[in-house]
């Protein structure tokens, strides 16, 4: 999507102003104790609340508000009925649909009293996520953001799916171009002004494979090591991006 008019950049704001708001009020209750189910429940009640709807609900048959992937879970994780434990690290990825426009954020939040490696990796990834940012002005390229977070990740040593990343999105949930992790600078699409993208990068703790489990959905490190992501809907600009969903950070 590229934006066309002022109403359509009001709608985006306000559809990630609720959806961060949304995000930020679920990653609280991310305590010992509380299930995967719980969390996506009051997701939908807030969602609901706010009069959006889930954009992840139903989009190719997947049964929940939210993605919440646990541990070595990567991205798509199906909510169910597992309760947290201290030390746990999940991400929270929701979408939501705001007057026929949608916008998509995700983190990656730590459990009771999390291993400093996890604290690590989570602060790397919430890096590459706001260096992907940096580089998502008009005559940039995909490559550019990719090779962004790819600086952020080899910086710590951490790994990252090759297969996974962002998206257009805005009036799809899932819209071109594909935003890889990694890349070479001056690559790939060039970034016009007014394109809508969700910058999500991954980091892993491990070697970087990824392995889809059985229920079709989930990714998972195949080397069980834990992954963590950070991800904002951007309006690319001339100078640099607008950040519809900063309301989590």
């Avoid at 209750?29 to 889930?54: F, I, W």
């Avoid at 990656?108 to 919430?126: C, H, K, P, Y």
Wanted: net charge negative; proline share 4%; aromatic share 6%.
């Amino acid at each position: 999507m590229i934006v066309t008019t002022e109403r359509e950049r009001e709608i985006l704001r306000e559809g990630g102003s609720i959806l961060g708001t949304i995000l930020y009020a679920v990653a609280n209750r991310c305590v010992p104790g509380v299930s995967l189910l719980e969390l996506d429940q009051y997701a939908r009640t807030l969602m609901e609340a706010h009069n959006v709807k889930p954009s992840f609900l139903g989009f190719h048959d997947f049964p929940a508000a939210l993605c919440i992937s646990v541990n070595e879970g990567v991205v798509h994780g199906i909510p169910d009925e597992y309760i947290l434990k201290d030390g746990d690290i999940l991400t929270l990825d929701g979408g939501v649909w705001h007057e026929g426009l949608c916008t998509d954020a995700a983190l990656t939040v730590g459990v009771g009293n999390i291993a400093q490696e996890d604290q690590n990796l989570i602060r790397a990834a919430r890096e590459a996520r706001e260096a992907q940012i940096a580089a998502a002005v008009a005559g940039n390229t995909i490559g550019d953001i990719g090779a962004a977070s790819e600086k952020v990740a080899r910086k710590y040593g951490y790994d990252y799916p090759h297969e996974l990343g962002g998206h257009g999105v805005g009036r799809e949930v899932h819209e071109p171009p594909f935003v890889p992790n990694y890349g070479k600078r001056g690559t790939g699409e060039v970034l016009k002004e007014g394109m809508v993208l969700a910058l999500e990068p991954i980091l892993i703790n491990g070697n970087g494979k990824v392995t889809l489990a059985n229920d079709g959905w989930l990714y998972e490190t195949v080397d069980g090591s834990r992954a963590a992501q950070f991800e904002h809907t951007v309006i690319v600009g001339k100078d640099k991006a607008e950040v519809l969903t900063d309301a989590i950070h």
